[in-house]
């Protein structure tokens, strides 16, 4: 992995700088023991590590604007960060540059349930909105498996889902309003407590922009009642393919799911040694189903779902009879990444969607591709909408391991691009993808993407490295080539 | 003068790159059924992607949907019932509204205007149902975005931002969209003369249950008619799904809001189409009519304020939190008044409907604060560099 080489004289002027933050920040929100600033030398891509020049922690939104301001001013670079739980090292520090930490920024300022929105402050996890509304019937539907730890304005960077995005929708479509601090130190407000933006969309555009964009300082989402009942269907199949032909028939049949979820063996063996959820271990896929909604819906859909499952040959079928039950059978799915953590001393989660017809497809020639790189993996995936994890289990300690995770990781999401999909479901580009963004969008797409980011960080101090495979100024970008003398134009047909 | 009219995508490029190179400003038309809508567009040439037409791929197994930006949305529509599907957004058709006939618009229209209908409470709007998209920016260059599966966060997300961007950022030549099942059955309740407060009173109620309204409106009794037999004022609460649910979740409905006022049901018709498509100011070709999205809790007091200032009729949707507006006699159609009264709880009024000196001359958008009125015109210009795409169509200078 490289990234854009350190600026060395910058980091020669670390004191000053620190110093130059100080005066904005006061007393401990600015970081600049080496002790201290390696507690930020990752994130939830723990294979990466590097820590930053400095690490800020801003408490209020004029702190954030002075800190930008002034570090355009000094050509210092600001990596964002919530909580580190990124996936694809979207928060990955750089030696020359600070880390700007949204952790204080960690009050809920408004629960409207007139308007049904909660307006949050950026380092609210994602749970704590929920449980801020659920005494009253609500919740925050996007629930990405670590909405303890996660923030909500990561969730905004990332644009993360959940188990439940099948029928709710991702962070996109949840959202409501925010406020953003541009590399300038400008302050702009998108959206509020109403529906759409009436012209250009730039809270949809911000939103899964990876840090790249601006800050969030403010986050409105739109929260929902809860719904009634929720019932779930644990279901075995001798195969990944009758697993397949399942959820298809399913969604073929006009019913979508709260949320539906596939492993496969590996993955179930794993969970169930772990948690002891009952999971049945004599076949090759499980699906989880879960109907949510009112009690007569849930009822009537947890049948048709038990009848298409048993068409396409299920050899077992457990319908949750209660809240309990349906808990124990999310158990080993929510447990799966630690229990595969047990089996094995690494795994390298990959996030790559595909058109859920190609699953049988993909994961045969994943299972050759196992063979090749001579590396065991466990699958869990958000069946419903194709979204894939397969886990690869390697050991970091056996020389070349790690390349070879890699190695076989690159080759799962070229697999997923090359029959229609794309390269990250949920979990960003980051540093991880970005060599790959290549595989997805030729270089016209690209720079477009950056001509974009020019809009809003002219010279790219905000999280550089990342999303992007090559770093390319913004006056080059803006250029227009003319080649007048070769102009079709004469044979466009006129009329 | 020109009138191109590309038959590909490499048609498109050409005379995109020859307008980049002269700088010769384009106006963009799909279908051309919403040239009467938004600020007059100040080009010379017009470029027609009417060719660029046609069902490219439609897997229902997959809810994808990939079609020519130019295709009919009648001829999408048709499909997609075949297969019991549907564009759960609930596209509008304002054909009628602007002074035209129905039927007429392209998908690729109606996505880079981001209309949604009262589904759009529930299911989002346009912006949450596009996937992917290929067009040309005003660079002459074509590029693409997205892909065609709904889990994807693969690069910035600019299907959000050519929803609602009008032809100022890039011509669009192909769109991937999401479909989803038509609900098997669906049901509407009405309650019978509640004035404004207390009918958002019940909507709010309504949609604070966890019964999954599909969709909310609230019609005076002076935009009436669009429901046979009933004189006074209508609030309207639409829920879909299977059949046992629909019949269960009507009865609990009932009960629940019975205490906000006379309980009447709606046999399965066109009020939702209607509301959708703004029938009650159809045939009010006097009036200048806006659309107004603010935070449903607002949406009365707003209307009440208004009403007290300007000659207007009005009805809501989503639930009170978007308002519809068709305003008589005013000289700047009441932008003045509805601008200043929307400040205060934040939202948009766009103007819907009006002459075209006077939408050269009144903010037809919400004027933007100077900060993102910038950052605004930086976007444009990291697409269309020499501004030739639909120049003036948002924005006065952009
Ligand atoms: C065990 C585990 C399970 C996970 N499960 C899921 C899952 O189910 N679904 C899913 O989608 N993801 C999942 N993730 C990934 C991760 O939790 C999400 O991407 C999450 O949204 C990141 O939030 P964070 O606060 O930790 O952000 P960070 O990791 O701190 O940052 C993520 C990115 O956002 C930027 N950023 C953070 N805050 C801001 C801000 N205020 N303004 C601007 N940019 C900002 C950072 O620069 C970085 O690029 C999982 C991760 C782990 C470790």
């Known amino acids: 992995m490289h990234m854009p080489p350190p600026d060395e004289a910058l980091i020669a002027r670390r004191d000053e700088i620190v110093a130059g933050l100080r005066a904005i920040v006061p007393g401990e929100g600015v970081i600049s023991t080496e002790a201290e600033r390696r507690a930020y030398e990752s994130d939830g891509l723990t294979a990466y590590r590097q820590p930053p020049l400095a690490v800020v922690l801003p408490s209020t939104v004029e702190e954030v604007s002075r800190v930008l301001r002034y570090c355009r001013a000094q050509g210092v670079k600001v990596v964002p960060r919530g909580a580190g739980t990124s996936l694809s090292g979207g928060a990955l520090p750089l030696a020359d540059g600070i880390i700007l930490g949204l952790g204080k920024f960690n009050r809920i300022l408004e629960i409207d349930f007139a308007n049904r929105c909660v307006v949050a402050q950026p380092g609210v996890t994602n749970l704590g909105i929920t449980l801020a509304v659920q005494h009253a019937g609500f919740f925050y539907a996007p629930d990405p498996s670590s909405q303890i730890a996660c923030t909500i304005g990561g969730n905004v960077a990332e644009n993360s889902g959940g188990v439940h995005c099948l029928k709710y929708g991702v962070t996109t479509n949840n959202l409501l309003g925010l406020e953003v601090v541009l590399m300038d130190g400008e302050v702009v407000r998108l959206g509020g407590k109403h529906l759409d933006a009436g012209t250009l969309d730039l809270m949809g555009v911000m939103t899964g922009s990876e840090g790249l964009l601006g800050i969030v300082t403010e986050v409105t989402v739109r929260i929902l009642p809860r719904p009634s009942t929720a019932r779930a269907l644990l279901i075995g199949f001798p195969s990944s393919e009758t697993a397949g032909d399942t959820v298809a028939d399913i969604i073929g049949s006009g019913i979508i799911p709260g949320g539906m979820e596939m492993m496969d063996r590996p993955a179930i063996h794993a969970a169930e040694d772990f948690v002891h959820a009952g999971y049945p271990l004599d076949v090759e896929a499980l699906l989880i189903v879960e109907l949510d909604g009112p009690e007569a819906e849930v009822d009537h859909l947890v049948e048709r779902v038990e009848t298409i499952a048993n068409r396409h040959g299920a050899v077992s079928c457990r319908i949750s009879q209660n809240e309990e039950e349906r808990l124990v059978f999310w158990a080993g799915r929510k447990a799966a990444f630690p229990a595969v953590g047990r089996i094995s001393p690494d795994y390298y989660c990959m996030d790559g969607t595909i058109p859920r017809g190609r699953l049988t497809e993909v994961l045969t020639r994943m299972a050759a591709l196992s063979e090749i790189h001579g590396l065991r993996v466990a699958n869990v995936f958000h069946a419903g909408d194709g979204n894939l994890h397969p886990l690869i289990l390697y050991d970091a300690n056996q020389p070349g391991e790690l390349d070879r995770a890699e190695a076989m990781g690159s080759d799962i999401l070229r697999l997923c691009v090359e029959v229609g999909g794309v390269l990250t479901g949920e979990h960003g580009v980051g540093v991880e993808k970005r060599d790959l963004m290549g595989t997805m969008f030729n270089q016209m797409d690209l720079d477009q993407q950056m001509r974009l980011k020019c809009a809003f960080d002219p010279e790219g101090l905000l999280n550089p490295g990342k999303v992007f495979p090559e770093l390319r100024r913004c006056a080059e970008l803006g250029k227009m080539h003319v080649h007048r003398g070769e102009l079709a134009f004469p044979d466009i047909p006129r009329f | ?398």
């Open chain 2, 1 to 398: 003068m020109a009138d191109f009219r590309p038959t590909d995508a490499s048609d498109l490029v050409s005379i995109l790159a020859w307008a980049a190179a002269e700088k010769e400003p384009v106006e963009v038309l799909g279908r051309g059924t919403k040239r009467g809508l938004g600020r007059p567009v100040e080009a010379a040439h017009r470029l027609d992607l009417s060719q660029l037409s046609g069902i490219r791929l439609y897997e229902p197994a997959e809810l994808v949907l990939t079609v020519g930006a130019a295709t009919p949305l009648a001829e999408i529509e048709a499909v997609l019932r075949d297969a019991d599907q549907m564009l759960a957004f609930e596209p509008p058709d304002w054909g009628e509204l602007l002074g035209g006939e129905a039927g007429g618009q392209s998908l690729g229209g109606i996505l880079s205007c981001n209309f949604g209908g009262p589904r759009r409470l529930k299911m989002g709007a346009a912006r949450d149902h596009l996937l992917g998209f290929s067009g040309v920016n005003g660079r002459g260059e074509a590029f693409k975005a997205g892909g065609r599966v709904v889990k994807n966060v693969t690069g910035y997300d600019l299907c959000k931002l050519l929803c609602g961007s009008y032809g100022t950022l890039a011509a669009l030549a192909e769109v991937t969209v999401k479909v989803l099942p038509r609900p098997e059955e669906e049901a509407t309740l009405l309650i019978l003369g509640l004035n404004d407060q207390a009918a958002i009173a019940a909507m709010t109620e309504a949609l604070n249950s966890p019964h999954e309204i599909s969709a909310a409106a609230h019609l005076p009794a002076a935009c009436g008619g669009l429901v046979p037999g009933v004189a006074g004022s209508v609030t309207a609460l639409r829920i879909e799904g299977p059949k046992p649910s629909v019949v269960a979740r009507l009865g609990v409905l009932r009960e629940l809001l019975g205490t906000h006022g006379e309980i009447a049901d709606l046999p399965r018709g066109q009020l939702w189409q209607d509301i959708g498509d703004a029938k009650p100011f159809a045939g009010l070709p006097d009036h200048v009519v806006w659309r107004v999205s603010v935070a449903p809790s607002t949406g009365a007091a707003l209307a009440g304020d208004l009403g007290r200032r300007l000659d207007i009729r009005h009805f809501y949707d989503w639930g009170g939190g978007l308002l519809w507006l068709a305003v008589a006699g005013a000289e700047d159609g009441g932008a003045g008044a509805i601008r200043e009264a929307i400040k205060a709880g934040g939202g948009h009024a766009t103007l819907i409907r009006g002459p075209e000196d006077f939408r050269r001359e009144v903010p037809v958008f919400e004027p933007l604060a100077p900060g993102l009125a910038a950052l605004t015109a930086r976007v444009k210009a990291g697409f269309d560099p020499q501004g030739i795409l639909n120049p003036g169509r948002l924005y006065r200078d952009m």
